[in-house]
């Protein structure tokens, strides 16, 4: 994107006249961009977001190689040690090579030599604690029923694709047969003799986890995902699990599973069948294969390029690996966040956009509630619950008022994958310690250095990372139409997932309850199903013939729908009568919406775009952008559409729904 910013916030050098806005709203912003630019050969898709994250690594980077990192084998006492020596070991390519697969030989013989189920299962487990991988996905969260607790959630897992649908869909027959092939192909790199046999034992014992797994759709539905299990419970749902074996051998106490949320559990009852001696030389191999799987990235050079001609190439299209520096930085990222976080902020952060976006959270929920209140399809019941539930919002923005400790963190310049390990280790007494223990309402869940946001709805919060807080999305320098239509739809999209399909089961607590009226249900639903139908319709560039799910999108369509049009009802209301200069030729209404547009700049390989169609809940980005402004009246007036422009969709159509 152009580094010109003007005080409109519109790059007119951009705008492409060859295509109209009443045609093309997407295109005619970026459309110029679109032509001109190659997707860099490490990148599946790229566009606004992609390039301030670039922009955001490469400052991190600036960060991390400003402190001299203690020898390998030296202590790291200081955060910043620890910061510049996680790098480090990263980064010591030649050790890397060096050791080839040797940093998880023993591991490979450990799994091999298992001789039985409940050994399997101990296994395992240890194995979890140091982040290789599990039979299921487990993590921390606060109870959807009784929201001032935590509580472990158990989710479907234990496959290498991205989602079960690819081990069954003809579409994907040809990914299956590169997987079976990849697996070999690993172990073998990893030095494992007969690694065409359990190649073949792993992908089938996958295929058959994944033949219980539920699907997409259904995995989004909090009400069927809210399945709350006393401990006896779970073990009577998974006879061939020991749960006690296997939180003894992880490292968990007892006491922390007393309840927990067993999300979908006629695949966790699947998974248990397959537990059986019968089944063992097939999980020996599956196990070999998480181990190596989990591991590749950190292992020499020659291992990591195999794993991503796999997970990179041949299911997103990139052609090249990420420069080893950028893949240096995430390790760290993930390691040690929000230590590299408050640098960041310290360096980075203009802390005028805070306070221009407490402003702008102001207008928007201002602008929720008037609509709420006027709102036609929703009865007085539920719409006094909706505005209580508006009134306890919690914005975050920027980053935490207090920041992650790390001092429990060992790390040591020369051994990354022991780093790792260690990493995982102290997240997980981390998070499985929080059971028990008050809710901390100050935690965050992403970085400050994240380019992106997001809405909890346990704790009825909306957070916006400082690295979002700049253009295309925001300027303090911009006039108010542009910051409305870039980070102030971004608002309220994120305030609108608080009244999606599953958000608004939620009530301000952040407690999993009914508060609608069946009436005012019934009336949101058929709104929702005629967006789910607009969407189902629509099939993106790059995919043709394949359309977008508008059941597994539909929450992310409607935080885009919700999103635009309160900002627009926000930013006229920031207005306070006035009216909105021209500028740039252009009025109050067009910058909004070009602004808009400019946000959603992407282009994205044609593997990329297929693999999202398939498991992403967020529409492609023409249609977050266009089939969003077809159904605000403000956008047809502002450009003037008529019937036969590209982007005209009669009134009668349109949905508006908060």
């Known amino acids: ?50 390039v301030l994250a ?21 202590g790291a006492a200081t955060e910043a040690d620890k910061v510049a020596a996680l790098y480090a070991s990263f980064m010591d390519v030649e050790r890397a090579d060096a050791q080839g697969a040797d940093p998880i030989a023993a591991d490979i013989t450990r799994a091999r030599e298992i001789g039985s189920v409940d050994e399997l299962i101990t296994t395992v487990a240890r194995f979890e604690r140091q982040g290789l991988g599990g039979f299921a996905g487990m993590y921390i969260d606060n109870d959807p029923g009784d929201p001032a607790r935590y509580i472990v959630f158990i989710m479907q897992g234990g496959i290498g694709l991205p989602d079960e649908s690819y081990y069954r869909e003809d579409q994907f027959a040809a990914i299956r047969e590169q997987y079976r092939a990849h697996i070999a192909r690993m172990l073998q790199l990893a030095g494992v003799d007969d690694a065409d046999r359990l190649a073949g034992l792993a992908y089938d014992l996958e295929r058959r986890i994944a033949a219980t797994h539920w699907d997409k759709v259904a995995s989004r539905d909090i009400q069927k995902l809210y399945n709350l299990r006393t401990f006896a419970e779970l073990q009577e749902l998974t006879p061939n699990l020991d749960w006690s074996a296997y939180l003894r051998a992880m490292g968990a106490p007892e006491t922390a599973f007393a309840e927990v949320v067993a999300a979908q559990p006629d695949a966790i009852a699947g998974l248990s069948e397959l537990l059986v001696d019968a089944e063992l030389d097939a999980w020996r191999a599956w196990l070999v294969w998480s181990i190596v799987r989990s591991s590749a990235a950190l292992l020499s050079q020659e291992i990591s390029r195999a794993n991503f001609d796999f997970y990179g190439t041949a299911l997103t299209g990139a052609p090249q690996q990420r420069e080893r520096w950028r893949r240096g930085v995430s390790f760290v990222e993930g390691a040690m966040g929000e230590a590299v976080g408050r640098l960041y902020v310290e360096r980075h952060f203009d802390e005028r956009a805070k306070a221009a976006m407490d402003g702008l959270v102001d207008h928007l929920i201002e602008a929720y509630r008037d609509s709420i209140e006027r709102l036609t399809w929703m009865g007085p019941e539920t719409r006094a619950r909706a505005l209580e539930k508006l009134d306890r919002f919690t914005p975050k923005i920027g980053y935490p008022v207090k920041w992650r400790d790390y001092s429990a963190l060992e790390v040591d310049a020369g051994d990354l994958v022991g780093n790792s390990r260690r990493v995982s280790e102290v997240e997980f007494v981390r998070e499985i310690g929080k059971v028990g223990k008050p809710i901390d309402r100050d935690e965050w869940f992403m970085t400050p250095q994240t380019v992106n946001a997001y809405y909890n709805p346990g704790f009825n919060e909306i957070v916006f990372p400082a690295a979002i807080l700049q253009p295309p999305f925001f300027d303090v320098g911009w006039d108010a139409a542009a910051n409305f239509g870039a980070i102030g739809a971004v608002i309220g999209h994120e305030i609108g997932h608080g009244f999606d399909d599953q958000g608004s089961r939620y009530d301000g607590d952040g407690r999993l309850t009914d508060w609608w009226t069946e009436e005012d249900r019934a009336a949101f639903e058929q709104l929702t199903g005629a967006l789910i139908g607009q969407y189902n319709e629509l099939s993106p560039e790059g995919a043709e013939g394949q359309t977008v799910n508008g059941e597994l999108t539909i929450g992310e369509n409607i935080g885009d729908l919700s999103g635009l049009e309160i900002a627009w009802k926000a930013y006229l209301r920031s207005l306070a009568g006035a009216e909105p200069p021209v500028i740039d030729g252009l009025t109050g209404a067009q910058r909004f919406f070009l602004a808009w547009a400019q946000a959603w700049q992407q282009k994205s390989r044609p593997e990329e775009t297929v693999r999202l169609l398939t498991i992403d809940p967020h529409s492609p980005n023409e249609f977050r952008c266009n089939q969003i402004v077809r159904n605000l009246d403000a956008f047809h007036a502002a450009f003037e559409t008529r019937e036969g422009d590209g982007l005209w969709l009669d009134p009668a159509e349109r949905v508006s729904i908060w």
């Open 1 to 50: 994107m152009s580094n010109a910013a003007p005080a409109s916030g519109i790059d007119l050098t951009e705008l492409d006249p060859a295509v109209r806005p009443q045609d093309d709203l997407y295109r005619h912003v970026n459309g110029k961009w679109i032509d001109r630019t190659e997707i860099p050969s490490d990148k599946a898709r790229y566009g606004s977001f992609a």
């Open 54 to 74: 670039e922009n955001a690594e490469e400052a991190v980077r600036d960060i991390i190689t400003g402190t001299e990192s203690p020898a390998a084998g030296a």
